[in-house]
Nanobody
Framework: QVQLVESGGGLVQAGGSLRLSCVAP????????MGWYRQAPGKQRELVAT???????NYADSAKGRFTISRDNAKNTLFLQMSTLQPEDTAVYYC????????WGQGTQVTVSS
């Protein structure tokens, strides 16, 4: 069973920053498109950002200019650096690996207080 393990969520005040991490198995991390999604209460899960094995990135409009997705290939770790956080960023953030199949992490809660 493939495990994606997220960490780094928490409670932060509006305007603050957080960095999320996701560790994936080496055989997944080196090939799959890795990404971050989020799901707020009562809403559908939505894309935040993705990054290919070659480093090409894609961001949701809500994340552009505030969030940065990156990867450390030596450590099989995906990151999401979030800055200027707002209450509307409050959600459970999920790590995702996608190619022929899709894998999800268990999620990490991010709460932004006003």
């Amino acid at each position: 069973q493939v495990q994606l393990v997220e960490s780094g969520g928490g409670l932060v005040q509006a305007g603050g920053s957080l960095r999320l991490s996701c560790v994936a198995p080496r055989n997944i991390f080196g090939v799959y498109i890795m990404g971050w999604y989020r799901q707020a209460p009562g809403k559908q899960r939505e894309l935040v950002a993705t990054i290919t094995s070659g480093g090409l990135t894609n961001y949701a409009d809500s994340a552009k200019g505030r969030f940065t997705i990156s990867r450390d290939n030596a450590k099989n770790t995906l990151f999401l650096q979030m800055s200027t956080l707002q209450p509307e960023d409050t959600a459970v953030y999920y790590c995702n690996a996608r190619l022929y199949v899709t894998y999800w992490g268990q999620g990490t809660q991010v709460t932004v207080s006003s």
